[in-house]
C-alpha cells in the first residue's frame, strides 16, 4: 500500500515556474515506476511525464516537453515535477501515481495502483 500527497500547487503568471512534489508513505517507494497526470475542467485526465524506479528512465508529454522534468528522491519517498514557462493551458489539477513494476517509466494510467488527491495548478494569463 502507497499513500501519495501532492504539494506545492498554487496560482502563478505566464512565464512563471512552479515545483510541485508528491509525498509517498510506503517502504517500497523506491521500486515504484512514478507519474504525473493532470485534469483541467471539462476535459479528460492526460499524461504528463513518469519515471521509473531508479530515476534512470523518464518520459513527458510532448505538450510539457522542455519546459516540465520529473525526478525522485528514493532516500525521501518524494517525486517532484518542475515546471518552468508555464502557459494558461497548463491549468489543472495536477496527480502524482504509482505503479508497482518499476522497470519501465510507461505505464497507461489503467495501470497505476495508486493516485493522490491533487493539488490544483492555475496559471493566469
Known amino acids: 500500500q502507497v499513500q501519495l500527497v501532492e504539494s506545492g500547487g498554487g496560482l502563478v503568471q505566464t512565464g512563471d515556474s512552479l515545483r510541485l512534489s508528491c509525498a509517498a508513505a510506503?517502504?517500497?517507494?523506491?521500486?515504484?515506476?512514478m507519474g504525473w497526470f493532470r485534469q483541467a475542467p471539462g476535459k479528460e485526465r492526460e499524461f504528463v511525464a513518469a519515471?521509473?524506479?531508479?530515476?534512470?528512465?523518464?518520459g513527458h508529454a510532448d505538450s510539457v516537453k522542455g519546459r516540465f522534468t520529473i525526478s525522485r528522491d528514493n532516500a525521501k519517498n518524494t517525486v517532484y515535477l518542475q515546471m518552468n514557462s508555464l502557459k494558461p493551458e497548463d491549468t489543472a489539477v495536477y496527480y502524482c501515481?504509482?505503479?508497482?513494476?518499476?522497470?519501465?517509466?510507461?505505464?497507461?494510467?489503467?495501470?497505476?495502483?495508486?493516485w493522490g488527491q491533487g493539488t490544483q495548478v492555475t496559471v493566469s494569463s
Open positions: 501515481a504509482a505503479e508497482p513494476r518499476g522497470s519501465s517509466w510507461y505505464f497507461p494510467p489503467r495501470d497505476y495502483d495508486y
Open positions: 510506503g517502504h517500497t517507494f523506491s521500486s515504484y515506476t
Open positions: 519515471i521509473n524506479w531508479s530515476g534512470g528512465s523518464t
